[in-house]
């Protein structure tokens, strides 16, 4: 089975611009958890999505959105990047219904560098 | 303040030496979540412990969730260097899985 794909792997972005990172979960699995993690706040709770709906939202600004598609591929979207949005966003589905309660498996992440 | 906190942070060892890594929280929780994430690679769970007092292990690494369900801690026995890695606890809170900050484990041969 194959695990979670997220692309691309690294970019480089500046200051102002807008990035678009992807997730294709786990075959079976329709729940889509995002997180960012960096060195100084350890993994911090984006958004999660199941059946194409937002179930649970982390307490980052508007800039950062996301969405599910009917084939439980996810993206999520930040816009007018600040330095501070460098981090590894990394993806997990998980086979569960009630939201990210159960096993997360992750993706090897999107690793962004804002100059 | 974050919700589950761990200490050490970071810790440097030999081979062979025992450690154990604490998760705490003045939180309750219904269970907690091991997992170790291996540089350049996403977080893999290793044990969910949901009773409290419950104890699990897996290999040379024992798992304890406590009485209160407000702490656990992660044993390793005779560490090797192939146990290098970042070690998070999580628990469930609001609907959401949410991460201690980690220990970062280095085992020196």
């Known amino acids: 089975k194959a695990g979670v794909t997220q692309t691309p792997r690294y970019l480089i972005k500046t200051r102002g611009q807008q990035v678009t990172l992807s997730c294709s979960p786990i075959?079976?699995?329709?729940?889509v958890s995002w997180y960012q993690q960096t060195p100084g706040q350890g993994l911090q709770f984006l958004f999660e999505?199941?059946?194409?709906?937002?179930?649970n939202k982390g307490n980052f600004p508007g800039r950062f959105s996301g969405r599910q598609f009917s084939n439980s591929r996810s993206e999520m979207n930040v816009s007018t990047l600040e330095l501070g949005d460098s981090a590894l966003y990394l993806c997990?589905?998980?086979?569960?219904?009630?939201?990210?309660?159960?096993?997360?498996?992750f993706g090897e992440g999107s690793r962004l560098t804002v100059l | 303040t974050q919700l589950l906190e761990q200490s050490p942070q970071f810790l440097s060892i030999q081979e062979g030496e025992n450690l154990t890594v604490y998760c705490n929280s003045s939180?309750?929780?219904?269970?907690l979540q091991w997992y170790r994430q291996e540089p350049g690679e996403g977080p893999v769970l290793l044990v969910t412990?949901?009773?409290?007092?419950e104890v699990k292990k897996l290999k040379r690494l024992t798992f304890q969730f406590g009485d209160a369900r407000k702490d656990s801690s992660l044993h390793i026995t005779a560490a090797q260097p192939g146990d290098t890695g970042l070690y998070l606890c999580?628990?469930?809170?609001?609907?959401?899985?949410?991460f201690g900050q980690g220990t970062e484990l280095s085992v020196k041969p």
């Open positions: 075959s079976g699995h329709r729940s």
């Open positions: 999505y199941f059946s194409e709906t937002q179930r």
């Open positions: 939180s309750v929780f219904s269970s």
């Open positions: 412990v949901v009773t409290g007092g």
């Open positions: 997990a589905s998980s086979p569960e219904g009630g939201g990210p309660t159960g096993e997360l498996f």
């Open positions: 999580a628990g469930v809170k609001g609907g959401k899985l949410i």
